[in-house]
């Protein structure tokens, strides 16, 4: 029997995460119409051996070592070359989903006419909100306003940790963009999937636990304590934000990148002086206008194969457009946990 859903987790080193995540999908109702592909990234951790022997024995599951780091989106990618179920549902590794989560993620998408979905994200050791997927996007271009709801409701953006799309769709719009490597990958496929002339749904009745940055900012076990980044990930989220706008936006909407340029710019003068270190601007803003520049070539490949799909245009992309600011989350994350912590790191 082909399987509803091809449920595709890419595995790099979370050994601390894997068990309860494998367990969850097993006591999901409906396990026997679904199938597992756990994807590794080369783990270093020993993950990659916990994984095959977590899935030793399963009729409807398998392990899959790509070989080599190839990041979130290539690397998912690969896990799902081999999928044959009429939705995949993308799933980091530092989640559990709660036993009705992949029934009523299924049956809200189907009711509504959708073709992605997300379920209701809560943080991994309580029932206190996460995120409902994000509604729109600001001045700047920034995904924004993750706001909790009670009734399935169209979002922009389903979170990338628990990404229900239907695979014939995936496979036409372009699957994960693989030189984003990491970061704003959902918002990249979200901006494509609308811009298709399909929806996307949030469905608050499947419900789903996530610790979420378990790499970046690894302290604090279940609950994070820190407000923790590197400049890596400011790169590569820095760098993705604009390709996102570069490769989507029709013509108006390319407006927003000059400001978001100078948001991106402004933000890392302020992160300079913070940390009194210059390198931080050169590692995570002009280095990311830098590489946006390298991959010239691909934007322009990219928006020539949007336009073979390209059912909505910017005029239309505009009933997204939220006034509630993507920063003003790091401005609650400040006030939370206090000034960031930043890993200066080489990519």
């Known amino acids: 029997m082909t399987p509803l859903i091809s449920v595709v987790i890419l595995n790099y080193n979370g050994a601390r995460w ?9 006591n999901q109702t409906i396990f026997d119409r679904i199938e597992v592909i756990l994807a590794d990234n080369l783990s270093t951790d020993g993950s990659d051996r916990i994984s095959e022997e977590l899935m030793r024995g ?9 070989g080599k780091n190839y990041g979130f989106c290539e690397g998912n990618n ?31 998408t189907e009711q509504n006419d959708a073709a992605v979905a997300t379920p209701l994200v809560l943080n991994y050791d309580s029932d206190t909100f996460q995120s409902l997927g994000a509604a729109g996007f600001d001045i700047f271009g920034l995904v924004t306003a993750r706001l909790p709801h009670t009734e399935v409701r169209e979002v922009f953006m389903p979170e990338g940790c628990s990404y229900l799309i239907r695979r014939e769709l995936f496979d036409t ?37 996530h610790r979420g940055a ?12 820190e407000f923790r980044t590197s400049d890596t990930k400011r790169f590569y989220a820095n760098r993705n934000a604009l390709l996102v706008l570069l490769k989507n936006a029709q013509n108006l909407l390319l407006l927003l990148v000059p400001l978001q340029i100078l948001m991106l710019a402004a933000e890392s003068m302020v992160g300079a002086v913070l940390l009194r270190r210059w390198s931080f601007v050169r590692e995570t803003f002009l280095a990311a206008l830098a590489d946006c520049w390298r991959l010239r070539g691909h934007i322009r490949a990219e928006r020539r194969r949007v336009r073979t799909f390209r059912r909505h245009g910017d005029w239309w992309m505009l009933r997204f457009l939220n006034w509630r600011l993507n920063r003003l989350e790091e401005v609650r994350r400040l006030w939370q946990f206090g000034l960031p912590k930043v890993d200066a790191k080489k990519r």
């Open 214 to 225: 378990a790499n970046v900012n690894p302290k604090g076990e279940a609950a994070v304590v």
């Open 58 to 66: 399963w009729t409807n599951g398998w392990f899959v070592q790509n």
């Open 78 to 108: 690969r896990g799902a070359r081999g999928a044959t179920g009429k939705y995949l549902f993308f799933l980091n590794n530092d989640t559990w989903l709660e036993p009705n989560c992949l029934e009523e993620l299924l049956a809200g």
């Open 173 to 209: 719009i372009g699957k994960f963009d693989a030189e984003l490597f990491m970061f704003a990958d959902e918002l990249d496929v979200s901006w494509r999937v609308w811009l298709s002339g399909n929806k996307a749904v949030a469905v608050p009745a499947a419900r789903l636990h």
């Open 18 to 26: 894997l068990e309860r995540c494998l367990a969850s999908l097993q």
